[in-house]
């Protein structure tokens, strides 16, 4: 480095405590205890449970890196510079077949493209959410959700799952009460197939009448729905919550867990105007999603392999979800419960209460492996009885040890 | 298509006015006027002096072709997969290489990478201010700023430019007077080093005098700072407002003039405290920005190709401007005066009221030529009596025509 003295350590005095000038909102910040494990999750010999990522293995990268270099070294002018804030244009078109595949056709007028999926959960509950608004959300839910509505101050009502996801009713009487009560409720936030973090889904006329009592209350309900394409038996599809109501329904879909996280691109579906608003808030956050990320994603989808990459990922998780299901029947002792996921990524174990005592994370880390402790999925900071294992990114034989050390964990 | 209805168009009932719930800061979001002519600006026969771009047709596109199909064959699962929050992990030491060409040596630990320099304003903005807080800002200021201010709430005092950037003195002014009536001023943001939109830069003695001013008064300075090595004279080179004080001063950069903005990598430095606090609210936002957008930005500013090809890019730039002003001098009617930037991409006219009647976008549209109309610079929605004209993007001889359709428009 240079001879310069190195910012930061030159003793100016400058802002005694810059935290005394934070925003209200900054006390909602709250870290991913996913992320935070990330580098111990890294440490040799450990076995990650934890992070719900993708078989990124499964991908062609000889294929994906012929593709990256013919639009760098053809249209390179392009694909670097700045590019539209409604996404690059043949990609709404593509995304339509996507949700076409999930019985959930659409227009693509209604399509906005977002630096991922969590973009868009931001974007949405920026454009509706106001601090002091409550957003129903299941019980648990999805922690990167927890995070967007902590950053805008707006509070989580949690409704129970069970095997078959959210109950209507239950939703239903909870808005009316939280109405009763004075508070104003405008979303609901469901990912209801293969749900983050439980792995259940959301019966068929669960959703017609989830849909139908949010309608009724003039709340629109966020459709979450990164693993739709994800389902072990491909011929077994429910109907997409905006499918069955494309007006009431705001519908998140992703590039992440079909082709690359990493990319960071997705899709809002939504009516034009809601569309085109939160165009302007997209813009004012991140300009446009990465411009080489959408046309990788378009000449991906577009293509040829990427169809039997999906189908070769999916059976690698139906594998190791079995995996993981034998695992836990050999290896858990009685009173411990877990959900058998019909695709997605994760199983939810619901502990017996005396075996759930101390820092389950830690516990789990001092036995080798690292799983998402499940107060984490819950906005009221509740102690964990229960654990989020993931079989989407472990090998077969690391899932059963894995497996077998929170067996010896929990009888310890 | 499938024979399926597209939703959208089955006349389910549904929500009957979404716009009713929408949040209160939705009244905020402002259309980018730069966006808003994207599609006109790409007419045939049009003449666009209106978007910064870089230069990307000065990139090696063959390198990086060879750069991306490297990364994505060799290391796919990685790049493609989840990154940390943080960024990838030798970006920051680069960053830090690039803010010391500038002159303002800093620590990896102090560099949070962001999904783009707007990204970076989004979460300073989302960290520091409340709905009704000021932000004192240069009048005029970079429009992308004012939708973040305009999606928080925030309110904008403006304070005028001279030839040599924002006065110190009349920024501790305003905000002592917004105090004194009771407003909070937590944030001054400023784009000090050739100014959007006007080009001008911030003298060397004001530049300590505005971070003291501002120190003394426990106001942050939100530091813009993507053109900082595009000055046309390399030598002359003044200190950033982060090296004089880096605990005041919270510092954007942004790999998308130097590099490419496509791509959607940027970074701030600021003091650990704050840099930590920053990477929560990012992984709320968008989880991580493109990792193989970060390994690209890597290789490139890490390798030998970057310094040339930017050297190239800044003298066309310097080529670009010179153009422009002599066709300024040669077209322009008595009454109008612009500036002479010393780097950067853009120039301001300040027009003779008696010819900015009407609306000047679309008034130069049907001339033939798309120019930033200067009332969009400011938050306050003024009329326009002022244009930004960007030289950055344009071949000589369009930047040459498009004055000359500039100059029959004044004077018609």
Redesign the interface.
């Known amino acids: ?2 001879g ?7 003793g ?5 405590d ?2 005394a ?6 006390e909602g ?4 205890p996913v ?1 935070a494990v ?1 580098e111990i999750a890294m440490r040799p010999g450990m076995i990650s449970l934890a ?1 719900g ?2 078989d ?2 499964a ?1 062609p ?2 294929v ?3 593709t ?6 053809e249209r ?10 409604a996404g690059i244009e043949r990609l709404p078109e593509l995304v ?2 996507l949700m ?1 595949l999930e ?5 693509p ?2 399509i906005q493209i977002t ?2 999926s ?2 868009g959960i ?1 974007l949405v509950v ?5 601090p002091g ?1 409550v957003v129903v959300a299941e019980g648990p839910t999805y922690v ?1 959700a927890l ?2 509505f ?2 805008y101050e707006v509070a989580v009502s949690h409704v129970d799952v069970d095997d078959d996801g959210l109950d209507p009713e239950a939703v239903a009487e909870r808005i009316d009460a939280l109405r009763a009560t004075g508070r104003t409720v ?1 979303l609901v936030y469901t990912v209801p197939t293969f749900h983050n973090p439980t792995g259940v889904t959301l019966g068929e006329e669960r959703r017609r009448r989830l849909v139908a009592v949010c ?1 009724e209350r ?1 709340v ?1 309900v966020l459709e979450d729905d990164p693993y739709g394409l994800l389902g072990f038996d491909r011929e077994h599809r429910l109907p997409s919550l ?8 705001v519908h998140l879909g992703s590039f ?1 867990k079909i ?6 691109v997705g899709w809002i ?1 939504a ?4 569309r085109a ?1 939160l165009q ?2 997209a ?11 959408q046309e ?1 994603a378009a000449e991906y989808v577009g293509g040829e392999h990427w169809r039997p990459a999906l189908d070769r990922a999916v059976a690698r998780y139906r594998s190791r979800c079995a995996a993981m299901m034998a695992a836990l029947e050999e290896h858990m002792p009685e009173g411990v419960r877990w959900t058998r996921p019909a695709g997605g990524f994760f199983t939810w174990l619901d502990l017996d209460p005396a075996r759930a005592h101390g820092d389950l994370l830690h516990r789990a880390i001092d036995h080798g492996v690292v799983v998402v402790p499940g107060g984490a999925c819950y906005a009221d900071g509740r102690p964990s009885t229960s654990l989020r294992l993931a079989f989407s990114a472990a090998a077969e034989e690391d899932i059963a040890e894995g497996v077998r050390r929170l067996g010896r964990m929990l009888r310890a």
């Open positions: 480095m240079s310069t003295a190195r910012a930061g350590r030159t100016a005095p400058g802002l005694p810059p935290a000038l934070f925003a209200r909102r900054a910040f709250r870290p991913s992320r990330f992070g990522n993708p990124t293995g991908l990268h000889a994906l890196a012929g990256a270099a013919r639009l760098l070294a390179g002018s392009e694909v670097l510079q700045y590019g539209s804030g339509c077949r076409d019985g959930a056709a659409t227009d007028g209604r630096a991922g969590q973009a931001d920026k454009l509706f959410c106001d608004d990167g995070g967007v902590g950053s405008k309608a003039g629109v905006y499918s069955l109501d494309p007006e009431t329904v992440s082709f690359s996280p990493g990319l960071r579906a009516s034009p105007a809601v608003r302007i808030a813009e004012a956050v991140t300009i446009h999603p990465s411009v080489l990320g990788l």
